[in-house]
């Protein structure tokens, strides 16, 4: 009987290192002896899929958000939008994007 009960102890504690229902971008956090958590991890990365341009608009799309000359993604304005590139102001600093070619990938 007392093994039964080691044996369960153990493997609720192995069930409990990894949460499998996380979402991703989650990482796990231990603090000492208490349980375990969760953290989201900050990324501040813009990704820049798309640029649409027509007579009275500009818009572009960056991390699967569409988004028109003037407005704001993640707290970065977009100031500038042209034919390859997109230019975001970020805390008073200008970062700016650019639409890479879409390249066929050669396996090897």
Excluded: C, H
């Excluded at 500038?80 to 070619?101: D, G, M, T, Y």
């Amino acid at each position: 009987m007392k093994w039964i009960i080691a044996l369960s102890f153990f493997i609720t504690i192995q069930v409990l290192a990894f949460d499998p229902m996380a979402p991703p971008g989650y990482q796990q956090v231990e603090s000492g002896n208490k349980t375990v958590t969760t953290k989201k991890v900050q990324k501040s990365n813009f990704v820049l899929r798309q640029i649409v341009i027509r007579k009275n608009q500009k818009s572009a799309v960056i991390n699967g958000y569409v988004v028109n000359e003037g407005g704001y993604i993640k707290g970065a304005r977009v100031t500038q939008i042209e034919a390859n590139k997109v230019v975001l102001q970020l805390a008073n600093k200008q970062k700016i994007l650019r639409l890479k070619p879409n390249i066929a990938r050669i396996r090897q």
